[in-house]
């Protein structure tokens, strides 16, 4: 009898669903994993991913200020915590912090999308993840956001960290005896050397929040 995978009301055991940033690329992925054994696999150009009820695999796009501006990092988090999914993304772009691995229920692979044998390795990576097993690409481990971390001062790591766990500028500045203007630079300081641009869509003390204790 075959394991059944996923939430209630999903058929996780179902075709995959393939959400590509590059049209391009999600259907050449498409055609691939119906010759690798998924046929009826679906392709949905950059959908959404909210109401997604079977088995993901997920292309972001691979620039840090195109995965932000285009709304990605919400709709990676979006993703139902207990739904199998394989994601193809280059290692510059904070996808992983979006995944929340730790809270995951369902299997998940982290693959990364620049190396030429990745698409090769789609097929199995789904299958493990329909298993309930998760594989992260080492290279995402020390990502861009990791190198962000190390390169805090003693100072910038004591705000982080307040922030970290929901303090607002002015709380920090009370718990460290800083004027709140101090708390200010330290945090631009901080969402700079985090790679966290500046933009509207993205609540940056959110995304650096989860940053944080992903790695600790």
């Known amino acids: 009898m075959e394991r059944e995978f996923g939430r209630v009301g999903a058929d996780a055991s179902a075709p995959p669903t393939i959400i590509s940033w590059d049209p391009l690329a999600g ?101 493990m993840s329909l298993q309930g097993g998760q594989v992260i690409d080492p290279l995402f481990i020390e990502s861009a956001s990791a190198q962000g971390v190390a390169e805090l001062t003693p100072a910038e790591l004591r705000v982080y960290e307040l922030l970290a766990n929901g303090r607002s500028n002015s709380g920090i500045a009370d718990e460290l005896f800083l004027s709140e203007r101090t708390v200010e630079v330290h945090v631009r300081k901080i969402f700079s050397k985090l790679g966290l641009a500046d933009n509207p869509s993205v609540n940056r003390r959110v995304v650096a929040a989860s940053m944080f204790h992903e790695g600790s």
Do not use: C, I, K
């Open 27 to 127: 259907e050449l992925l498409r055609g691939h994993l119906e010759a690798e054994g998924f046929p009826g696999a679906a392709h949905v150009p950059d959908g959404e991913t909210a109401s997604a009820t079977t088995p993901l695999v997920l292309m972001p796009p691979p620039t840090y200020a195109d995965y932000l501006g285009s709304g990605w990092d919400v709709r990676l988090r979006a993703v139902p915590l207990d739904l199998p999914m394989v994601v193809l993304a280059r290692p510059n772009v904070p996808v992983r912090s979006a995944l929340q691995l730790n809270q995951r229920s369902s299997g998940v692979a982290l693959l990364d999308s620049s190396r030429p044998s990745t698409v090769a390795a789609v097929p199995s990576a789904l299958r």
